[in-house]
Nanobody
């Protein structure tokens, strides 16, 4: 079992950057595949990025590709989401998620979720 806590959200102007962090509890972080999702008001939760156990394989949603970088530090039990060139449509609550198997780009591929961190991009 793993517990996840996101941080780093906030209010930023369009074109700005934010770095989200997700700290995981437990000593088995390196066994989990990790993902970032986001949910805007009135919309379904959607995939943003995913990373395998070692960071060797990374996946991005088309809507963020080229603007977002996912990474992880297994020594610190942390996964990051660096977001650049932010747009108002990136405004959402961002969640990190973990599991040992399943599709990277589906919410059903993850059994563990954090509480989320709000990202607001002003125009």
């Amino acid at each position: 079992q793993v517990q996840l806590v996101e941080s780093g959200g906030g209010l930023v102007q369009a074109g700005g950057s934010l770095r989200l962090s997700c700290a995981a509890s437990g000593r088995t972080f390196s066994t989990y595949r990790m993902g970032w999702f986001r949910q805007a008001p009135g919309k379904e939760r959607e995939f943003v990025a995913g990373i395998d156990r070692t960071g060797s394989n990374i996946y991005y949603a088309e809507s963020v590709k080229g603007r977002v970088t996912i990474s992880r530090d297994n020594a610190k039990n942390t996964v990051y989401l660096q977001m650049n060139s932010l747009k108002p449509e990136d405004t959402a609550v961002y969640f990190c998620a973990a599991d040992v198997r399943g599709r990277y780009d589906s919410t059903q591929g993850y059994g563990y979720w954090g509480q989320g961190t709000q990202v607001t991009v002003s125009s």
